[in-house]
């Protein structure tokens, strides 16, 4: 699972939530619960806008507010980090699968519903196994 953390501060009658992990990041909410609640949209948002431009996705910073990314959008931005560090990009991802570009799109696409299967053949492409742990809740 991957956190990141936000601040939250006060701003004319509503929260402000800000990240240092994305400094794009910008929303609110009218209290503390709302604010931490379209923090997690926010992050997809900016996380999705970096993936499309090619840009890196920072490994989480501590902080004392940390919010969870869902689990489909934590494996899409480990695929998309792997794939920087190792210098491949769409084409040579498509080529290693046998993929046809749409469907590398859709595989990076925060928005689409990609299936595990798909995203497991991915991260095996660039070297990677996915391992599935379930915990206690806090």
Request: charged content about 25%.
């Amino acid at each position: 699972m991957l956190e990141y953390p936000i601040e939250l501060s006060e701003d004319d009658g509503t929260v402000l939530v800000t990240s240092p992990d994305f400094p794009e990041l910008t929303t609110f909410g009218d209290d503390r619960a709302e604010a931490v609640a379209r923090a997690v949209d926010a992050l997809e948002e900016a996380i999705a806008a970096r993936i499309s431009n090619r840009e890196a996705i920072p490994t989480p910073s501590h902080g004392q507010i940390l919010v969870a990314l869902p689990t489909l959008t934590a494996i899409k931005v480990l695929l998309h980090q792997r794939m920087q560090s190792q210098a491949i990009g769409k084409a040579e991802l498509a080529r290693r699968l046998d993929w046809h570009m749409p469907q590398v799109d859709r595989v990076l696409d925060i928005n689409h519903h990609s299936r595990l299967t798909q995203l497991d053949a991915a991260l095996g492409a660039v070297g990677c196994r996915l391992n599935v742990e379930v915990t206690n809740a806090a």
